[in-house]
């Protein structure tokens, strides 16, 4: 049996819609953000995604991921300058049409979210590799098609911003992971697409649709 005591489970937190449009203003940061937490049991790697039978819409969500490295608890905004050391390219799949039906229902999402291999996640890099997380480029591509584009100056709530409301609600431990948004513009994706995922022109997602 595992003990209610043990805290040495990860979990993987996102973000909706918190990505800036273009030409879209910038909203002020809300006291409240619509985070919601996806199964540690859908992470997944590889050259391969496996399509859901269960669904008819899945579409891709493309976001950067960050690895927290302390433990947080009602952090202030200069807590979250040291809260991770880590970032990885992530797909947030979605089962859209699984998703549309229980929010017509008021059901949460976590079917839709949660799925087996729903987090496909990169190899994770240093924080500062690619340069600084908060101006990143995003690049997602279907057959060879750019498919989401943005960069991460142009998420609506910033990183340390994601980081200090999630602390204020709930323990965040190392190893928690945090999808940070998806750039515009998220969409469906079929059987057999090859898929491509960058952060400034370099590859880190590349795989398969089956």
């Known amino acids: 049996m595992i003990s209610l005591l043990s805290k040495e ?4 937190l996102g973000i909706a ?10 909203p002020p940061i809300s006291q409240w953000q619509n985070l919601f937490i996806k199964a540690s049991s859908s992470l997944h790697s590889g050259e391969t995604f496996s399509y859901p039978k269960f669904s008819k819409n899945v579409w891709h969500e493309m976001e950067l991921v960050i690895k927290l490295s302390r433990k947080l608890k009602n952090a202030s905004l200069e807590d979250t300058e040291s809260a991770y050391d880590e970032i990885a390219l992530g797909m947030d799949w979605t089962a859209k049409d699984i998703q549309n ?17 729903a987090t496909m996640v990169s190899e994770f890099y240093p ?13 997602f591509e279907v057959n060879g098609k750019v498919a989401e584009e ?7 709530i910033p990183i340390a911003h994601i980081i200090k409301f999630a ?10 992971l945090i999808m940070t948004g998806a750039p515009p513009s998220p969409g469906p994706i ?5 898929c491509k995922g960058y952060i400034n022109n370099q590859c880190l997602l590349d795989f398969k649709v089956i």
């Open 190 to 194: 079929d059987i057999d697409d090859v």
């Open 17 to 26: 819609a918190n990505f800036l449009k273009p030409g879209e203003e910038r």
């Open 167 to 176: 602390s204020q609600c709930m323990t965040l431990y190392p190893g928690d």
């Open 101 to 117: 039906a229980y929010k017509a229902k008021g059901w949460p999402w976590a079917i839709s979210k949660g799925f087996d291999q």
């Open 150 to 156: 943005g960069n991460t100056k142009d998420l609506k």
């Open 9 to 12: 489970f990860m979990k993987i």
């Open 127 to 139: 924080r500062n590799h690619f340069g600084n997380p908060e101006h990143l480029n995003l690049r």
